[in-house]
């Protein structure tokens, strides 16, 4: 059974870092591409950032490219999420999810929370 | 970037209605498009794969047709348990993008 549990939430100041993980189980990593999707308070759904499956390829939203970097450690199973200079746009929920322009298999973890704020 | 046109933005329908909703994709992403339903609080879940398969364990009652730039999500006899939010997904290429959403709520 596939399982995705992301960690590392938090609150933060404006301008601070956190790093998210995501433990996955139930497959093999480094045979597929992932995604961080997060989503706002009462907003839909945005993509944020993907990672091939051997991590030599990364892809960021607009929105998060040069201050967040997505890699992964396929030997621990787990995907990461480094958020840097954090706004407060950036507060939302966090996914990892198994997705990619690949492929959609549907799996998403529980989430985790990032609050930006002063 | 490909931008998903999703409508309308919400609607109220009773029980048993038919209820359609349209994803319009500003360039062809071939079949690479997926339905997602979210009730407050919850995780996205996915309903419809490849814009017409029906993903293990969701009602019949649910249906996805389309390819290209156009798609529609429709359930068939709305029940009370599919008041939520419906978004769609294309994956054919990054930024991988959603709709923005549909809510169905009752009449």
């Known amino acids: 059974e596939v399982q995705l549990l992301e960690s590392g939430g938090g609150f933060v100041q404006p301008g601070g870092s956190l790093r998210l993980s995501c433990a996955a189980s139930g497959f093999i990593l480094r045979n597929y591409d992932m995604s961080w999707v997060r989503q706002a308070p009462g907003k839909g759904p945005e993509w944020v950032s993907a990672?091939?499956?051997?991590?030599?390829?990364?892809d960021y939203a607009d929105s998060v490219k040069g201050r967040f970097t997505i890699s992964r450690d396929n030997s621990k199973n787990t995907l990461y999420l480094q958020m840097n200079s954090l706004r407060a746009e950036d507060t939302a929920v966090y996914y990892c999810v198994k997705l990619s322009k690949y492929g959609d298999s549907g799996y998403w973890g529980q989430g985790t929370l990032v609050t930006v704020s002063s | 970037d490909i931008q998903m046109t999703q409508s309308p933005s919400s609607l109220s329908a009773s029980v048993g209605d038919r209820v359609t909703i349209t994803c319009r994709a500003s360039?062809?992403?071939?079949?690479?498009l997926g339905w997602y339903q979210q009730k407050p609080g919850k995780v996205p879940k996915r309903l419809i794969f490849g814009a017409s398969n029906l993903q293990s364990g969701v009602p019949s009652r649910f249906s996805g047709s389309g390819s290209g730039t156009d798609f529609t999500l429709t359930i068939s006899s709305l029940q009370p348990e599919d008041f939520a939010t419906y978004y769609c997904?294309?994956?054919?290429?990054?930024?991988?993008?959603f709709g923005g959403g549909t809510w169905v709520d009752i009449k």
């Open positions: 997904l294309q994956h054919n290429a990054y930024p991988l993008t």
């Open positions: 990672s091939g499956g051997s991590g030599d390829s990364q």
């Open positions: 360039q062809g992403i071939k079949n690479n």
